[in-house]
T-cell receptor, first 115, second 111 residues
């Protein structure tokens, strides 16, 4: 079946603009994660959704970042008033069920460039 | 806070040489996962280890989980150019469902 789908694959925007990044997880996967990866760096956890539970937002770097997951499927990560330090690849991952012992399946990411 | 470190940060080898990356956690882990990220690609799950002292093999790759469940290693025998990429270990964040990813080891293989 289809893997995790993210759009857009690339996004270039001016500083101060808002951006929306979309993630469509693998069908049937109840857990969804957002990560940020700066060039040549590791994965920085941002937010985690599991079913109807309240999301774990502990990784969001500032209140300019927010995310929602509608209908338990598609998720949108929104960055308001973008700054140059927001430039990075934003990766989405899903897993079949909740749990840190579950393999995570990643999308190809959105490469965000703030001018 | 909880940390997962990997060494080395970067290694380049001649094709055919062996390679090992080491993963060290500041806390005891219930399990450890390994991922590979090709240049320009996304992380891909390789394997999970659960038991103390566990060793698993995938062709030329050997994964080991330490006896104290605080460290792990990935060893590649006779590297090939297809092994190029960054290898990440990941362990559970204490008392949550999150994974803490290691700092990664970038492997370059020269033909």
């Amino acid at each position: 079946g289809a893997g995790v789908s993210q759009s857009p694959s690339n996004k270039v925007t001016e500083k101060g603009k808002d951006v929306e990044l979309r993630c469509d997880p693998i069908s049937g996967h109840t857990a969804l994660y957002w990560y940020r990866q700066s060039l040549g760096q590791g994965l920085e956890f941002l937010i985690y959704f599991q079913g109807n539970s309240a999301p774990d937002k502990s990784g969001l770097p500032s209140d300019r970042f927010s995310a929602e997951r509608t209908g338990g499927s598609v998720s949108t990560l929104t960055i308001q008033r973008t700054q140059q330090e927001d430039s990075a690849v934003y990766l989405c991952a899903s897993s079949l069920v909740r749990g840190s012992n579950q393999p995570q399946h990643f999308g190809d990411g959105t490469r965000l460039s703030i001018l | 806070g909880q940390q997962v470190m990997q060494i080395p940060q970067y290694q380049h080898v001649q094709e055919g040489e062996d390679f090992t990356t080491y993963c060290n956690s500041s806390t005891t882990l219930s399990n450890i996962q390994w991922y590979k990220q090709r240049p320009g690609g996304h992380p891909v799950f390789l394997i999970q280890l659960v038991k103390s002292g566990e060793v698993k093999k995938q062709k030329r790759l050997t994964f080991q989980f330490g006896e104290a469940k605080k460290n792990s290693s990935l060893h590649i025998t006779a590297t090939q150019t297809t092994d190029v990429g960054t290898y990440f270990c990941a362990g559970p964040s204490y008392n949550t469902d999150k994974l803490i990813f290691g700092t990664g080891t970038r492997l370059q293989v020269f033909p």
